[in-house]
């Protein structure tokens, strides 16, 4: 029987953390597996997540559950990384403390990649309140194969997760083969975009192996709780707050097109992020100054994108 683990690092979430538990505890499949890590939280969160699984302890009778309680934090990462280090399941993904799955979520993920031989499969999630849905399909059709009407496999897919409509590790949004994970980590610190910066590496390691298939689950199994004043909301007082996105630093100087392509995405969305958070226009100034010879690269790669695209069409590798 393959077995799923569902890690939950969790940080003041006292008003969404038991949500997040009862949607694991209605799904159709039961995770084997539930790996709590609170990052010292100063609120009641890790009371209430505690307080949960009592609730649900007959939902839960053949899970397994761990709490750990971190008495310093040290950011999302390293309590993902936790949980990494004692997961046992066959397949993993996390789960964020103010999200929740769709109660046929698991289910439905474990019999695809079972039957497809899937070993990384991005699944598709809705925000709340906004309702917006993402990935955008029809923006990337073009990189998509059809293998029913809600799973597709993924063409060229170092090269699919560098469109600006592909969300790869927002809302946690990956399931994968632990097997596939091997030594990576999520590099601690890192406050922005450390989940596509983890997820990309553990990506370019399962393309490696020709064997396995990567897919897009749509239909929006995850639903993500837009919170005011999260990290991807976070308003700036000075521009050295926002740190150089952790994918841009480890691929600014690589050769490989689709590292490029990436950072050149990235590096866009950032100064987005920036612009719409920075409170200071001189700020703003001094950090799109400050920056300039990141932007204007990434302008230069996503200008080629098309060429790379022309290349990846003709089989020609870069």
């Known amino acids: ?87 046992t399941g066959d397949f993993i993904s996390f789960l964020d403390g103010d999200d929740y799955y769709e109660k046929e979520f698991i289910e439905t993920a474990v019999k695809y990649m079972f039957k497809e031989q899937i070993n990384f499969l991005v699944v598709g999630i809705k925000l709340n309140p906004s309702g917006a849905e993402l990935p955008q399909i029809k923006k990337i059709k073009q990189h998509l194969t059809p293998i029913n009407n809600e799973l597709f496999g993924l063409h060229h897919p170092l090269f699919a997760v560098s469109s600006p409509y592909f969300f790869m590790g927002r809302g946690s949004n990956v399931v994968v083969a632990r097997k596939c994970i091997g030594s990576h980590r999520y590099e601690v610190g890192s406050l ?66 689709f590292d490029l392509q990436l950072v050149g995405m990235l590096s866009l969305r950032w100064f987005g992020h920036a612009m719409k958070n920075l409170e200071d226009i001189n700020h703003k100034i001094i950090f799109t100054y400050h920056h300039k010879k990141i932007w204007i690269k990434a302008l230069v790669y996503r200008l080629k994108r098309r060429f790379v695209k022309t290349k990846l069409k003709t089989q020609v590798i870069l």
Do not use: C
């Open 1 to 87: 029987m393959l077995r799923y683990t569902v890690v939950i690092p969790l940080f003041n979430k006292e008003k969404y953390i038991a949500k997040t538990i009862s949607s694991l505890a209605f799904q159709t499949k039961k995770p084997h597996e539930i790996i709590l890590v609170d990052d010292a939280s100063t609120d009641a969160s890790l009371e209430v997540a505690k307080n949960s699984f009592l609730m649900h302890n007959e939902a839960f009778s053949t899970t397994k559950i761990e709490t750990i309680a971190l008495t310093k934090n040290s950011g999302p990462g390293n309590a993902r990384n936790i949980g990494l280090e004692i997961a």
């Open 192 to 257: 922005l975009n450390e989940g596509v910066d983890f997820w990309y590496r553990v990506l370019k390691s399962v393309v490696e192996n020709k064997a396995t298939s990567i897919g897009l689950l749509t239909g929006s199994y995850i639903r993500v709780t837009e919170v005011q004043g999260s990290l991807s909301r976070k308003k700036y007082t000075h521009w050295k707050e926002l740190n150089i996105p952790p994918t841009v630093r480890r691929y600014e100087r690589s050769d490989d097109p």
